[in-house]
C-alpha cells in the first residue's frame, strides 16, 4: 500500500489546520538531524516529513493532493474490478468445459462466445472510464468550491480586523481609552495564531501606548487638580474591570473621588483594590484613613490596618524568617511599610491603648528613621501617660531632624 503525506506525518485526511502545525513540530523535532548528530536516516526522514507539511499546509495544494489521492483509489479499485470481470470469463469453470466437451462445440461457436465476451467488457470499461471522469469533475469542482469560500472568509476576517483598529483609534482620538483598551483585547484573543501575527504585533504594540498614554494623562490631570477629569478617563477601566488599572490609579481615582466629597465612590475604589490587590498595603492605609477621618469608624479603620500589618510582618517572615527584626533592611522598604504602623498608632493613641501604640510607633522610627512625624506622635504619648524627660528626650529628635516645623514652638513649652 503506497504511503501518503497523511501517513508521513502520522495523520488522518480530514485533520484540521492547527492539529496538523503540531504534527509536523513534534516529528520536526523527533527527527531533526542535529539531534541526532547528522544520521542520515533521521536527515531522510526530517526530509520526508517537511516536504509532506510544505503541501499539506497550503490549501490549494492540498486540495490538489486529495484530488490525486481519490484519483489513486478510484483507479485502484477499477483495476481490482477489472481483475474480477476478467476472471469472472476466463477462469475455467469445470462444469461449463464438461458441457462443452459434452456438446462437442465448434470452433465458430467458441469464437462467437469469445467475441460477447470482449463486447461486454469494453462496455464496462467505457462507463468506467465516464464515471471516474464524473468524479474527477466534481472533485476538482469541489476543490474550487472550497478555494474559493477560504478566499472569502478571509477577505471578510481581514475587513473584521480593521474594523476593529478603526474602532480603537476612534476611541482614542476622543479620550476613551478603556473601550480602546476593550477593543485591543479583542484582537489579542482572536488573533494569536502564527497566521494573524502581524495584527497581533499591532495590537500589543497599541496596548502598550494606551497604557503609558493613561498612566501620562492621569498623572498630569490629578497633579493640575483635574479630578474629574481623572474620574472620567479611569472609571471606565473600573467599570469594565480592565486589570491595567492597579496600583498608582487606584489611588488617583479613590483621591479624587475623596476629594470631590464623594466618600461612597472613594470607598467602593478603595474595596475593589483590595479586592484586586490583597496585598497591597497602601490600598488598606487608605481606606483605614477614609473610614477614620471622613466616617469617623476608628475600630473598622484599625480593622484594616490590622490585616495589612499581618500582611507586612508576614512578608517579613517569608524573606529574613523569624528574626526579621534582626536582619532587615528598612532602606528596603517601602513607604507603605512607615503608614502602616505609623497610622495605626495615631488610632490606637485616640483609643487610649497606649502601650500597642508605642509598639507601633518603635517600628515605623525603625522603617524610616528621618520621619519627624513618627517622633512627635510618640513623644505625645509618653507626655500622655504623664512620662515628660522621656517624652522631651524624644522630641529632641524632632527637632534635630526638622528644626523649622510648626510643632516646635509646642516642644520648647513643654520642654523648656
Given amino acids: 500500500m503506497r504511503i501518503t503525506f497523511y501517513d508521513v506525518l502520522e495523520v488522518s485526511p480530514n485533520v484540521s489546520a492547527k492539529e496538523l502545525k503540531v504534527a509536523y513540530k513534534r516529528l520536526a523535532m523527533q527527527y531533526h538531524p542535529d539531534r541526532h548528530q547528522g544520521d542520515t536516516t533521521f536527515e531522510e526522514k526530517f526530509k520526508e516529513v517537511s516536504a509532506a507539511y510544505e503541501v499539506l499546509s497550503d490549501p490549494s495544494q492540498r486540495a490538489l493532493y486529495d484530488l490525486q489521492l481519490l484519483n489513486q483509489q478510484y483507479q485502484q479499485s477499477v483495476s481490482y474490478s477489472a481483475m474480477n470481470t476478467t476472471a469472472r470469463y476466463y477462469a475455467p469453470d469445470p462444469y461449463k468445459y464438461a458441457a462443452y466437451q459434452q456438446a462437442d462445440w465448434s470452433n465458430a461457436e467458441a469464437e462467437k462466445e469469445r467475441k460477447e465476451m470482449v463486447k461486454e467488457e469494453r462496455f464496462a470499461q467505457k462507463w468506467t472510464i465516464i464515471i471516474a471522469t464524473c468524479i474527477l469533475v466534481l472533485i476538482a469542482a469541489t476543490a474550487q468550491i472550497r478555494e474559493y469560500y477560504i478566499e472569502v472568509e478571509l477577505e471578510r476576517k481581514n475587513a473584521e480586523r480593521n474594523e476593529i483598529f478603526k474602532d480603537m483609534d476612534r476611541y482614542i482620538k476622543t479620550g476613551q481609552y478603556a473601550e480602546a483598551l476593550v477593543e485591543v483585547y479583542q484582537i489579542l484573543y482572536q488573533f494569536q495564531e502564527d497566521e494573524h501575527i502581524d495584527y497581533y504585533r499591532e495590537a500589543t504594540r497599541k496596548k502598550f ?40 490609579l487606584f489611588y488617583r481615582l479613590a483621591y479624587s473621588y475623596r476629594f470631590l466629597d464623594q466618600p461612597m465612590g472613594a470607598l467602593d475604589v478603595l474595596q475593589y483594590w483590595i479586592h484586586k490587590e490583597p496585598k497591597n498595603l497602601k490600598a488598606y492605609v487608605e481606606v483605614a484613613m477614609l473610614y477614620a477621618e471622613v466616617f469617623q469608624q476608628n475600630e473598622i479603620a484599625i480593622k484594616y490596618l490590622n490585616k495589612a500589618a499581618d500582611i507586612a510582618i508576614d512578608s517579613y517572615k517569608n524573606t529574613y524568617g523569624k ?94
Fill in 209 to 248: 501606548m494606551l497604557i503609558q498614554k493613561i498612566k501620562r494623562e492621569s498623572k498630569v490631570s490629578f497633579e493640575q487638580e483635574d479630578y474629574q477629569g481623572v474620574i472620567a478617563m479611569l472609571r471606565p477601566m473600573k467599570e469594565r474591570n480592565l486589570r491595567e488599572l492597579s496600583g498608582m
Fill in 323 to 416: 528574626a526579621y527584626a534582626v536582619v532587615i533592611s528598612p532602606e528596603k522598604l517601602s513607604d507603605d511599610h512607615f503608614e502602616v504602623f505609623y497610622v495605626r498608632a495615631k488610632l490606637l493613641f485616640q483609643q487610649g491603648k497606649y502601650a500597642k501604640a508605642i509598639e507601633n510607633c518603635t517600628w515605623a522610627e525603625f522603617v524610616r528613621p528621618e520621619a519627624w512625624s513618627v517622633y512627635y506622635l510618640h513623644g505625645q504619648i509618653l507626655h500622655h501617660q504623664g512620662e515628660r524627660r522621656e517624652a522631651c528626650e524624644i522630641w529632641k529628635k524632632v527637632l534635630k531632624l526638622s528644626p523649622g516645623i510648626e510643632v516646635s514652638q509646642e516642644i520648647f513649652t513643654h520642654c523648656g
